[in-house]
């Protein structure tokens, strides 16, 4: 249960975001929110931490194994910590087993191969150390003041859990909408926009699981699964730095789709297309830090790949 004082932080933020978010993207691009120039092959390394952060989480919380149980020596490197099965019921699990398994099957494995083949990558492929306890995630609110107490713990239901794991879809898929225009080759092209519509689906069917639960509250809490919705789009607008690029279940009408509908299933900018984002952004945000350069949330050692050290080296924060 939320205690009052945190509720009136809550409330004033609500009433503080809607106007931000009533005017269309409200900052003008600046060298923090542009892409860091790198290679085809740079790039979906790049996009590699997210695939494996993502096959990682589904996979830990639906059948509790990783990556290498399904396919050793795939990936290289330490456990993620405090990975868990999440309490989810048979429909959602099944769908977080299957999402889960096509991120492998994405990144490569020794049925699939897909980006492994592609950009000739040689297994195992460094896999970044990932931090997935219940406490990781829950830390995100102080990056909007507002305290939940209990703490979250994100696997302890199904509107929890979902409420945190749709950002790992819709994060690669908003990478993938910022590198498609400078992907260069056939191969390379066809399997950017293939891997970012797969993406987006599962971003879909993810937002549509918490619209149907849209009014019902997330335990122990009285905030409804659109309240959630709300609060992580804030935290993802000031964690970013680079305007509005993710929105509740529920808009202010001027944000709806031809601006004539107040449902918001699907976040998209004015024009209803993918809000894209760039590295330092994704770095700020899962890093819980604001700060691409100083790691922390969910990879508390940083990114593997010569882009992110590129980053760190350039003090690119
Ligand atoms: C949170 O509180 C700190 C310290 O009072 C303040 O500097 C910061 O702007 C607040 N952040 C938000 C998102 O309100
Ligand atoms: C949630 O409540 C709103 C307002 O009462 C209503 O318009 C909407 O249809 C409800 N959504 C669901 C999925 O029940
Ligand atoms: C949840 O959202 C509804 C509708 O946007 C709002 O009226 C209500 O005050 C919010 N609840 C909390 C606890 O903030
Ligand atoms: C980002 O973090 C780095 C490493 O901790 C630090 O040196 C730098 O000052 C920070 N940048 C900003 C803008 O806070």
Redesign the pocket.
Known sequence: MATRSCLC?FL??LV?FQPTMTMANPVLPSPRCSPVPGSNKEKFLFALNLHIYKAELFLRSSVGCGINDISPGLVKGPAPIGATLADLDKRTRNFFEESGLAGMDISGSDRSMAMANILLLKTPIPMPLLDVRPQAYAKYF????VTLKPPINVYADVNSFVVASVYAPYHINQYYAGIMPSISGHRERELAAGIALYEAASYGVLRSLLNDAANSTVPPYTSTVVNFTSLTA?MTY?LGGCGVKDEPLIVPPPLGAEKRTTTNVIAADANSLVYARTEREFLRILFRTGNATRPGGLFPCGFEGKLYHWILALKQS
């Not at 102080?142 to 003041?145: P, W």
């Open positions: 932080v004033l933020l503080a102080d990056a909007i003041n804030q000031q």
